[in-house]
Each structure stands twice: as structure tokens, then as C-alpha cells.
């Protein structure tokens, strides 16, 4: 589902012409409620944040706007709200500002004045969020709630990185290309006592060999030829706080020996320096090697393996997480949107529903990849099939051939084979089809159970358990 705005009015033919103008117009799906009490249920139940704006009823039964309005600004204060109603006084425009709604339109309004006051709070609305993103990342306060699937496909993977967040022993993140280790790199950090001192990433494999250990460790001045100044290296850059050797596998072995010691004697030995420097970092290496395979290619060195190694964490691929491609999908569509300072834009189902089906080789960086070049080439507020085509033609062949198992709707048709071409046990089709179920009745866990012909109460037991068990279906 796209994004939606939820309509909050005991008035049934409000919500329908508000409803119909919001499509049309701007091609947003609506949520209704009659009150502000089952307003807040339905914002309770949104697991996946769809719901993106509140147009909320001054009048109503059960709950009131105002009452309703005041619980919002304190639960949920980045969704913005606009005040609707009857009313000609202006003592509740005032009110309802200072309370923190971003608009308040009277009734009867016109369509065109609606359409651009909720543009504009969606537009708002997404500015907010990429700035809060950006001071988290400025301040590494990045966590494991920032990233996208960490109560669903990623649920395992940040229940063991909680718990090595609360320590300081080295980590070893693996996983395949693009799957977004340093993200997760990051939370780890943003959640350890070292939060507060600096988070230094460094790609070993783009460093040129010659320069791996002045890099890492530094270099006093004259150490070698075009050494003119005297610099510090990664590691004392990084003091107090946490490095990151992504794609450490591609640490040259003498480069190796160093870092061993780094680890043993916690410090380090600058290139034509006369004694080593004590450093106190926290250390996370990455990789999308198989470093056991490396050590029997005499490419890696064991003692160094099993210190790097301390805890495990496997980075699940995208295909793995299918549950994770919408979400995905929608924040690299927003985040664009804030950084361009362009209208809030919306992808429409069969869209989502063809990515859902590709099997994602190149992970999450080729979903951003993909999505921002269509943003380039979309026409409209609506991202579609035609966009996605133009730049990644692959997706459409991969499909075509049969290579991912998979069709047009997951709703209506589901593959029984997963990407090894072996079919599912009847646990995953079961954790599967519940998170399609889930998909299609827009986030009601009630519609959803009885379509399922299984209790609420069972329902959500299942549910729980698949998320303590790291199998919310994922991306």
C-alpha cells in the first residue's frame, strides 16, 4: 500500500469526498475512522508507518479533535496534522496551532486549497524526517530503530547486535555485497557506550597497498617519499570511538600482522615512528568473503580471524527479507524527495509488486540504485512499472526467464519454491502468507485473521513468535 493519509470524521460523506479528491488529485490511498479513538487504534496497528498525515474532525463523538489532537502531538510527533471543521471561530484555529496542528481548513473547502495544504504537510513532513536522519548520523545517534527491517527481516541480526552494542568486543559483520553492513555497522556504535566519540568507516579494499598501513596507523613526516607532513591514521582518528575495516579481507598480510597487534597490545606503530601509540578503539570488521576459505588459501591469517571474529553477525541478502522491498522502497523514495525539496511522490502497486518478485542480486544498494535513477525519469507524483523498465531492464528479463520464482500479484498466486529452487517448508509458507495477508489488508490484524480463518488471539501468537524467532519475513 502507499502512502496514506488517515481521515478522521464521524461524517461518512466527508470521508468519501476527502477520500476520492486525495486519489485523484494525488494519487494518496486514504484510512477512515469515525473517531479519534479508533483513529488511534488504526495508527496503534500501523506497524509499517504507512499512514503519513492526519485530517482530523474538530467535532466528533467518543473522542473529540481537539483531545485527540493532544494525544497525537505526544505519541506521534512527526505526523502532521490538519484541522477540519464547521467552525468559524478563529479562538480554534489558534488552539488547535499552538497544539501543534500544521493547518486548519473550515468547511465546506475548496478541492484545490485541500490538495496543496496536504502537499505541503507531506512535503514538510518529509524534509523533517531527513533532517532528523541526517543530525542522528551527525551526532551518531544512528540506531537499530533507523534501519529499514529491524523489527522485520532484519529482527535476528539486531537482536544479536543489541546485545554486542552493550559490550566492546570486536565484530565481525558478513553478509553479501550491498546488503548494508556499514548501516548496521553504524547502530552498533550509535547504541554503545562510544556513541559519543567518533565513528570512522574505512573500505580496506580501496586503499592502495602501499598506503594500507600509513592509512590505518599513520606516518611521521619523511617516512617515505611524499610523506611531507606528519598524519595520524584511522585508527587515532577514530579514538574513544568505533572503526569500521569494511571488506577487511582484502587487508594486505603484512597489513595483517599490524592489526594483530593493534588488537593484543591495543596500540599502534606508525610508518617511521620510534615507539608505538597507545589507541582505545572499539573495533567492527566487514566482509562478503568466506574468510575461513581465505585462510586455506594462506590469503588470511587464522589468529587474526579468530580475534576479529569474537561475534558473528550474518547480514540477511534482500531476497531472504522480501517483506523489507516496499519499506525500503517508499524511504528511498521519500529521502529523495526531501533532498531535492520536491513533492511527496507515491509508487503504485503493480510497481511494488514487481519488485517484490525480482530476486535483488546486488541487494539493498541495487534497490537504491534503481529507485533513484527512476526518480529521475518519472513524469508524474507516481513512480511506476515504465520507470523502473527504462533504467533496470534487467529486472523485467530476470522475470521473464524464470530465474526468480514469483508473479505479478504474491496475493493472488505464491511461489512454493524459494531462490534455490527447493521448495519451502511449511513454517516459512506460513510466516509468508501471514505477511502477505498483512500486506493486503493494509496493516488490520483483525480483517486479516479472519480471512486467514484463524483466531486474533492466534494470529498475533504466531506473529510474536516469528518476530522473536528473526523470520518476520524480511527483506
Same mark, same amino acid.
Given at each position: 500500500m502507499n502512502a496514506s493519509v488517515l481521515i478522521v470524521d464521524d461524517d461518512l460523506m466527508q470521508q468519501k469526498m476527502l477520500s476520492t479528491l486525495l486519489q485523484r488529485k494525488l494519487s494518496l490511498n486514504s484510512l477512515t475512522a469515525p473517531n479519534g479513538r479508533d483513529a488511534l487504534q488504526i495508527l496503534e496497528d500501523?506497524?509499517?508507518s504507512q499512514i503519513k498525515l492526519i485530517i482530523l474532525d474538530l467535532e466528533m463523538p467518543v473522542m473529540g479533535g481537539m483531545e485527540t489532537l493532544d494525544i497525537l502531538t505526544r505519541q506521534y510527533p512527526s505526523l502532521p496534522v490538519i484541522m477540519l471543521t464547521g467552525s468559524k471561530d478563529i479562538q480554534d484555529a489558534t488552539k488547535a496551532m499552538k497544539m501543534g496542528a500544521i493547518d486548519f481548513i473550515t468547511?465546506?473547502?475548496?478541492?484545490?486549497?485541500?490538495?496543496?495544504?496536504?502537499? *505541503?504537510?507531506?512535503?514538510?513532513?518529509?524534509? &523533517?524526517?531527513?533532517?532528523?536522519?541526517?543530525?542522528?548520523? $551527525? *551526532?551518531s545517534r544512528f540506531s537499530f530503530e =533507523?534501519?529499514?527491517?529491524?523489527?522485520?527481516?532484519?529482527? %535476528?541480526?539486531?537482536?544479536?547486535?543489541?546485545?554486542?552494542?552493550?559490550?566492546?568486543?570486536?565484530?565481525?559483520?558478513?553478509g553479501e555485497t550491498?546488503?548494508?553492513?556499514?548501516?548496521?555497522? $553504524?547502530?552498533?556504535?550509535?547504541?554503545?557506550?562510544?556513541?559519543?566519540?567518533?565513528?570512522?568507516?574505512?573500505?580496506?579494499?580501496?586503499?592502495?597497498?602501499?598506503?594500507?598501513?600509513?592509512?590505518?596507523?599513520?606516518?611521521?613526516?619523511?617516512?617515505?617519499?611524499?610523506?611531507?607532513?606528519?598524519?595520524?591514521?584511522?585508527?587515532?582518528e577514530a579514538?574513544?570511538?568505533?572503526?569500521?575495516?569494511? %571488506?577487511?579481507?582484502?587487508?594486505?598480510?603484512?597489513?595483517?600482522?599490524?592489526?594483530?597487534?593493534?588488537?593484543?597490545?591495543k596500540e599502534v606503530e606508525p610508518v617511521g615512528a620510534a615507539k608505538p601509540v597507545p589507541v582505545n578503539v572499539r573495533i567492527i570488521s566487514a566482509t562478503n568473503r568466506d574468510l575461513q576459505a581465505e585462510i586455506q588459501k594462506g590469503r588470511f591469517r587464522e =589468529?587474526?580471524?579468530?580475534?576479529?571474529?569474537?561475534?558473528?553477525i550474518k547480514i540477511p541478502p534482500l531476497r531472504e527479507r522480501k517483506s523489507d522491498i516496499a519499506l525500503l522502497t517508499r524511504y528511498f523514495i521519500e529521502r529523495i524527495c526531501a533532498q531535492n525539496n520536491a513533492p511527496p511522490c507515491t509508487i503504485d502497486t503493480q510497481t511494488e509488486e514487481h519488485l517484490y518478485t525480482y530476486g535483488w542480486p546486488g541487494n539493498v544498494r541495487e534497490l537504491e540504485n534503481t529507485i533513484n535513477r527512476a526518480m529521475v525519469?518519472? =513524469?508524474? =507524483?507516481?513512480?511506476?512499472?515504465?520507470?523502473?523498465?527504462?533504467?533496470?531492464?534487467?529486472?523485467?528479463?530476470?522475470? &521473464?526467464?524464470?530465474?526468480?520464482?514469483?508473479?505479478?500479484?504474491?496475493?493472488?498466486?505464491?511461489?512454493?519454491? *524459494?531462490? %534455490?529452487?527447493?521448495?519451502?517448508?511449511?513454517?516459512?509458507?506460513?510466516?509468508?502468507?501471514?505477511?502477505?495477508?498483512?500486506?493486503?489488508?493494509?496493516?488490520?490484524?483483525?480483517?486479516?485473521?479472519?480471512?486467514?480463518?484463524?483466531?486474533?488471539?492466534?494470529?498475533?501468537r504466531k506473529y510474536n513468535d516469528q518476530i522473536k524467532n528473526g523470520s518476520g519475513g524480511g527483506t
Open positions: 500501523d506497524k509499517t468547511k465546506p473547502y475548496e478541492g484545490d486549497r485541500m490538495a496543496v495544504t496536504v502537499k *505541503n504537510a507531506l512535503k514538510l513532513s518529509l524534509l &523533517s524526517k531527513e533532517v532528523k536522519r541526517l543530525q542522528s548520523e $551527525k *551526532n =533507523d534501519l529499514i527491517g529491524y523489527n522485520g527481516g532484519l529482527s %535476528e541480526s539486531v537482536r544479536i547486535g543489541q546485545k554486542a552494542a552493550a559490550s566492546d568486543i570486536p565484530v565481525l559483520l558478513t550491498g546488503v548494508g553492513k556499514e548501516a548496521f555497522a $553504524k547502530a552498533i556504535h550509535g547504541e554503545s557506550i562510544r556513541a559519543q566519540s567518533p565513528f570512522i568507516a574505512i573500505n580496506c579494499g580501496a586503499i592502495p597497498t602501499q598506503l594500507v598501513e600509513s592509512t590505518l596507523f599513520g606516518h611521521e613526516k619523511g617516512a617515505f617519499t611524499g610523506a611531507t607532513e606528519k598524519t595520524k591514521g584511522k585508527f587515532r579514538e574513544g570511538g568505533t572503526i569500521l575495516l569494511d %571488506e577487511v579481507g582484502e587487508l594486505p598480510l603484512d597489513a595483517q600482522v599490524k592489526l594483530l597487534r593493534v588488537l593484543q597490545q =589468529d587474526l580471524y579468530f580475534r576479529l571474529n569474537v561475534l558473528e525519469l518519472r =513524469d508524474s =507524483d507516481v513512480l511506476t512499472i515504465e520507470n523502473i523498465l527504462k533504467t533496470a531492464p534487467k529486472i523485467e528479463k530476470n522475470q &521473464s526467464t524464470g530465474k526468480t520464482l514469483g508473479v505479478q500479484n504474491p496475493a493472488t498466486a505464491y511461489p512454493l519454491l *524459494n531462490s %534455490e529452487g527447493h521448495f519451502k517448508t511449511i513454517k516459512q509458507i506460513e510466516q509468508e502468507i501471514m505477511h502477505i495477508a498483512l500486506e493486503h489488508f493494509e496493516q488490520n490484524i483483525s480483517k486479516t485473521a479472519q480471512a486467514l480463518g484463524i483466531a486474533k488471539s492466534t494470529f498475533y
